[in-house]
């Protein structure tokens, strides 16, 4: 198995009727584009209609004739193109892309919103962006056989989210480039008229700012996130102790394309041995298994997103001790 502007016309439309003394009416137009990043404007598309009524002839000595014309200008939209693609690796799968726009669209299951069937099957779905674009996924319907049916998002790097069951999983952490989604389920004894299915949207931006858990269990360890791209990544429970627990918290940084990640920590105490924190993106790494107390130095990615791992295990310091660690993060163009 593999991982994975509206041309506003200031429409003006001006209508100089002439009607006794001649008048004249002057109408400005403006043009708005709106840029689509890397790419060119996509304009808007308009069709001009222009109606000349039959002269009117109105004969007081004094009168000359009058002809009344009446311009009509209308804009249509024409969509903005999908620069992204979402495919289906296996054509017994069926469609699972659809609702597809220049912001995002929709993966399901084969067959949704009926029953996604009673066979031995991978289905893999990719959705590849423009370089840095961040991709978001959020499930909406999730009804899947526990244990027999199994959905595993990955970016290629890190694995994201694999749920099973009928519980509709918490918001995917976004990537950026790529996103792998791999629905594999197994042959059962579910009855006939059982109806399993899933669905998920999905939104694709140039100028997306994310941080996320991955693991759902380690809390609330992202604060003052916004959408420029800053905010602060903390140990569970700052400013009070991490805890005694083992656990391994993965944290998603994402800031919009064409910026770097500078993160800096404010606070680094951990317990040497027990507890240590590695920070990497695809195919570099810039700290690993960094622990005790002297405070890391400030770290620029090379891309426009981090992975952050807290790892911790048991150990027996005293109930008294407080452990703990926090950094902040900032867009920067480097």
Do not use: H
């Not at 506003?8 to 100089?16: E, K, P, Q, S």
């Not at 998920?200 to 858990?213: H, L």
């Not at 992202?222 to 944290?251: A, H, K, L, M, W």
């Amino acid at each position: 198995m593999k991982f994975f502007p509206i041309v506003f016309i200031l429409a003006v439309v001006c209508l100089a009727v002439a009607a006794g003394e001649a008048r004249d009416g002057i109408c400005n137009s403006q043009k708005t584009p709106t840029k689509l990043i890397a790419r060119r404007t996509w304009p808007g598309q308009f069709a001009t209609t222009t109606t000349t009524a039959k002269p009117t002839t109105v004969k007081p000595s004094t009168t000359a004739p009058t002809t009344a014309t009446t311009t009509t200008t209308m804009a249509t939209t024409t969509p903005l193109p999908i620069l992204f693609n979402c495919s289906v690796s296996n054509p017994a799968c069926g469609t699972m892309c659809t609702n597809l726009t220049s912001a995002g669209g929709v993966v399901q299951s084969p067959n949704f919103p009926g029953d996604y069937g009673n066979n031995d099957m991978d289905c893999e779905v990719t959705i590849t962006t423009p370089a840095e674009w961040m991709i978001q996924l959020k499930f909406t319907t999730f009804n899947l056989e526990t244990g027999k049916a199994y959905v595993y998002v990955s970016d290629g790097v890190t694995m994201l989210s694999n749920p099973t069951g009928n519980t509709i999983p918490a918001l995917v952490p976004a990537t950026t480039k790529k996103m792998v989604i791999l629905f594999t389920f197994n042959r059962s004894n579910k009855p006939s008229s059982a109806t399993y299915n899933w669905r998920a949207t999905f939104s694709v931006t140039s100028q997306g700012s994310s941080c996320s858990v991955i693991n759902p269990a380690c809390g609330n360890m992202c604060t003052n996130v916004t959408s420029e791209g800053t905010g602060v990544v903390q140990s569970s429970n700052f400013p009070g102790d991490y805890g005694n627990i083992v656990r391994s918290c993965q944290v998603s940084i994402v800031v919009p394309a064409g910026k770097r990640i500078q993160l800096t920590f404010t606070t680094f105490n951990l317990e040497a041995g027990y507890s240590s924190i590695n920070v990497l993106e695809s195919g570099k790494i810039y700290m690993f298994g960094v622990t005790g107390s002297a405070i890391p130095a400030v770290v620029t990615t090379s891309a426009n997103i981090v992975y952050l791992q807290f790892d911790n295990r048991a150990s027996t310091k005293p109930n008294t001790a407080t452990y703990n660690w926090q950094a902040t993060y900032t867009a920067v163009t480097v």
